[in-house]
């Protein structure tokens, strides 16, 4: 993970490339190029929407949380106290989300350049 830590309105978020992102935290168009994608890794699929996503987390144990904030897709497992929350809407998926899903699944997503 490279790039520059930016703390915005509370918030903490890594900008991988700061040159390309304008001052309202939106990518320029120059960036389409660097843009992530989260692979699993048994399939060798990319991560195209929230219905596959939500599939492979299940089979791993991971079961959906209802009762947290209406615009997030939130996740847990109640072995531990982990908890995967994404934005409603997949467009918003951003490479942090997809690093957060790895940490919490060691050795069966990866996130590399589109």
Do not use: C
Not at 18 to 36: F, L, M, N, V
Not at 52 to 60: A, C, H, N, S, V
């Amino acid at each position: 993970m490279s790039g520059v830590w930016v703390f915005k309105n509370g918030v903490f978020r890594l900008v991988e490339n700061p040159q390309a992102e304008g001052s309202d935290g939106r990518q320029g168009k120059g960036s389409s190029s660097k843009r992530k994608v989260l692979v699993h890794l048994p399939s060798g699929e990319v991560v195209s929407s929230y219905s596959f996503l939500e599939q492979i987390l299940t089979g791993l144990g991971w079961e959906r949380y209802y009762d947290g904030d209406p615009d997030l897709y939130q996740f847990h497992k109640h072995s531990s106290i982990d908890l995967i929350s994404l934005p409603k809407d997949f467009s918003k998926f951003n490479s942090i989300n997809m690093y957060d899903i790895v940490i919490k699944n060691p050795n069966v997503f990866h996130v590399r350049d589109k």
